[in-house]
């Protein structure tokens, strides 16, 4: 995350990022084919403005990570644990702690997946933190937690540099850590963490960018909202999205690169861009929550019916736009409830002394409005919210 240099050696693939976006590598995700779904989209760049269906197409795979070490990944549904395994994990009247970066639908159905994993392994769930994204909150939190001797962590770091020394420290003291997308500066697999599980990242951001191609008609102008911060997460899945975008559609022009660098921002910073290109084609943003709403409450506020928006992550204000035909036209999804019930299993490996493998990644799906019920069900094992399915009239 911040202040960690780059290794470019580990990275297939060549697009750069303008000066002054910080970009931290630790990981690589495979690429595989995506979904396609019939969707309609509307261009209003280079010809003027037309509706018809298309599909979204799996473009070419321009690039890959690699892991922090070099690690293949390994699938979620590689972990398994025999009976025998989980009566031995039952007897130990083991406890866990959680430590996450913040409040949201994705935290929330991670949390589900692992408390649901940790009901069947017999293990107590003893405290929950979220940070709000703060490293030094989170470090806080996981000082305090020392006091209550887990016998496992699962978290999802803010911070690679801050929040390293309390991890290593709670590591001493004898909890197995599970990591959750971030891996921490000088944290030794095997020794002070058990695995660390994220998703097909890669894959997610050129999910984004095959579907924002769809939906402009695979021509006309962009902006691009990255998180302008050394961010694993989503560091890779914003250079796949604009390695994906610049190499395999030539027709579409990123006409604005605008970072992120505070989430909660985004309103501020969608408004100078929606100023300079009132009629840019579509909008990737980073991700979801706040930082999509942002961009979406910028372009209703500057009365933009046109411009196309895609962004990562489900949320509920960005599916009630979708379910209603508004400017969101896809979110990229992965399957966090799959990731807790990995992260929980990844857990047992460590109290069992088990060789966990060091790598694991979860796949991801493409949500439109045609799929949005069908997607809230597979990514966070739940149907949409209320105000969703009444806007879909179901």
């Known amino acids: 995350m911040q202040h960690h240099a780059v290794d470019r050696s580990l990275v297939r693939g060549d697009s750069r990022r303008p000066t002054g976006c910080r970009r931290a590598r630790f990981a690589t995700v495979v690429v595989v084919p995506l979904l396609v779904a019939g969707v309609s989209c509307t261009s209003t760049e280079g010809g003027g403005e037309r509706a018809r269906s298309v599909p979204i197409k799996s473009s070419k795979a321009v690039g890959a990570t690699v892991g922090p070490r070099g690690e293949k990944p390994t699938p979620t549904s590689a972990l398994t644990l025999t009976p025998a395994e989980v009566a031995t994990v039952r007897a130990g009247r083991y406890t866990a702690a959680l430590a996450w970066h913040e409040n949201s639908d994705f935290t929330t159905a991670v949390t589900a997946g692992a408390r649901d994993e940790f009901r069947q392994l017999g293990i107590e769930v003893i405290a929950e933190t979220s940070a709000n994204f703060d490293p030094a909150k989170q470090k806080s939190d996981i000082e305090t937690m020392e006091a209550l001797e887990p016998s496992v962590l699962l978290t999802l770091p803010v ?16 909890t197995k850590i599970v990591l959750l997308s971030t891996l921490p500066r000088g944290m030794r697999y095997g020794r002070d963490y058990v695995n660390l599980v994220t998703d ?23 902006a691009d909202f990255f998180h302008d911060a050394e961010h694993y997460v989503t560091n890779e899945r914003d250079e796949a999205f604009l390695q994906t975008i610049t190499t395999n559609y030539p027709k ?6 605008q970072g992120i660098a505070d989430p909660n921002n985004s309103l501020d910073e969608a408004n100078a861009v929606l100023l300079a290109h009132p009629h840019v084609s579509g909008i990737y943003v980073t991700f979801s929550q706040p930082p999509a709403e942002g961009v979406l409450a910028a372009l209703h506020a500057n009365g933009n019916t046109t411009t196309k928006l895609v962004s990562l992550d489900l949320d509920e204000p960005l599916a009630l736009d979708m379910a209603k035909g508004g400017a969101t036209f896809a979110l990229i999804a992965d399957k966090p409830y799959d990731l807790g019930q990995a992260m929980a299993k990844s857990a047992a490996y460590g109290l069992l002394d088990k060789s966990a493998p060091a790598f694991v990644v979860g796949p991801a799906m493409t949500i439109t409005k045609a799929n949005l019920v069908e997607g809230y069900r597979e990514s966070l094992r739940e149907n949409p919210p209320a105000s969703v399915m009444k806007a879909l009239g179901k």
């Open 200 to 222: 097909d990242l890669f894959e997610m951001g050129k999910r984004a960018a095959d579907a924002l191609a769809a939906a402009v008609g695979n021509q006309g102008t962009i």
């Open 252 to 257: 579409i022009d990123v006409v604005a690169k």
């Open 159 to 174: 911070d690679d540099v801050i929040t390293a020394p309390a991890y290593k420290a709670l590591a001493r003291q004898g």
